[in-house]
DNA sequence: AGCATAAGCGGACTTTACCCCGCTTATATT
DNA sequence: AATATAAGCGGGGTAAAGTCCGCTTATGCT
């Protein structure tokens, strides 16, 4: 009897040839929307040209979004990390506030960065996908009690900040015409400014340190 | 010579048929909405039970996102009169602060209450549906202004403030179960109070009035 | 090592959004 | 009223998302 108490004892760790083709799967993706743009990433394309059967790509990505997904926590893992436990502002130690406004920088960053496929990840069927804001979420609200903000109305804060975080990058923001020629300064520095400094002003107001 | 300088001159009214169509076409739409949920709505089913050729569909509706777009539309152009021209606080000549509140508080209810097509309106290829921001940013956008806020980042406080309105129901919120029985309090009432309490605490911190 | 079993895999199949292009019909002009 | 012409219309065609199910292969047990 090992013990079925621990639920995460050992959910069977995942096949050697899962693992291999997940990593396959991905990096294709990765050259697809490079060569590509991630809206011409087809997955009959994909699972050809990774030289796999479709249902493969569907075993391992439930949707199209899905894929996005995946790449989009790839690529923010080492982002999260650097929140949890890097150095202030932005990881645990500084003022809260400061850190809320260093965090919505990195996100807003991030998003645009990977502006299209973030957009690509997003699913008509499914609220959100689980990669973004399940984890921005929590830490905003977490910030938000650390400063002693939001009160009896901490959750629906939470969430509109959230919002107003990732909204207008997922939501109203055109996608920029394609990679900017190497070297360039990239299309939406001003974007990020703009958002940037945007979501200080917000964040300061709302938690009502120096307007 | 008539004047082609004043470019809305007459865009051509529409035809009759075509007008004639549009309105079968809405109907339908609305009574299938109704009967099967906005997620079972399909483009062949619609002209289908509307009599009409698949063509004709695309024709009115770009896409099927666009069926979406007009239906709400058309349930959102009375509050859009009240916000224009009705009494205070939505309407004009209160004060810009309670009218921000109040536009809030209206805009969160009707998106609640359209909730599945609204999620419907959105496009994986499209920034956003022209219908619904086109109206809540340059509305919060003045109110802003008129407030005397937001100085150099009017334009992203606005967008941002749009986005954490209208975000939470459009990106972050699932679902609920179809339409109550009839006459009971809707599901979704407790949410519509947390957003627009949230709101309003954000939208006061924002503008610095009692905090 | 051999076996049982559950997970992985592939590709044919279905459904659906969206395109195309020739025919029809409303409206402007004479 | 007749005609020209641009808009409306229809339905067949394409491509891509997602499902299904039988075959294959890795892993745990003895």
Redo the contacts between chains.
């Keep these: 009897m090992d013990g079925d108490l621990i639920p995460l004892e050992k959910p069977r760790p995942e096949r050697a040839d899962a693992a291999r083709n997940r990593r396959l799967l991905l990096d294709t993706a990765r050259r697809m929307v490079a060569e590509d743009g991630a ?1 011409n990433v087809t997955m009959d394309g994909l699972a050809e040209r990774a030289g796999v059967g479709k249902g493969t790509v569907y075993r391992r990505f439930r949707t199209r979004a899905g894929i996005f997904v995946a790449l989009l926590d790839e690529g923010e893992r080492d982002f999260q990390q650097r929140v949890l436990s890097g150095p202030p502002p932005l990881g645990p130690g500084g003022d809260p506030v400061d850190r809320l406004i260093a965090y919505g920088r990195g996100r807003v960053c991030f998003l645009l960065e990977h502006h299209a496929v973030a ?2 990840a ?1 699913d ?2 499914q ?2 996908p689980a990669g973004g ?1 399940g984890l921005t ?1 929590p830490h905003i609200r977490y910030l938000l009690a650390q400063a002693g903000q939001g009160g009896r ?1 901490l ?3 939470a ?10 990058v ?6 920029p015409a394609e990679a900017p020629e190497a070297g360039e300064e990239p299309a939406w520095t001003r974007q990020l400014q ?2 940037a ?3 200080e ?2 964040v300061r ?2 938690c ?1 340190s120096t ?1």
């Design positions: 809206a957009r690509a997003l008509r069927n609220p959100v804001p979420r109305h959750d629906a804060l969430l509109q900040l959230t919002a107003a975080l990732e909204g207008p997922l939501l109203y923001l055109a996608t703009a958002l400094e945007g979501w002003v917000l107001r709302v009502g307007p």
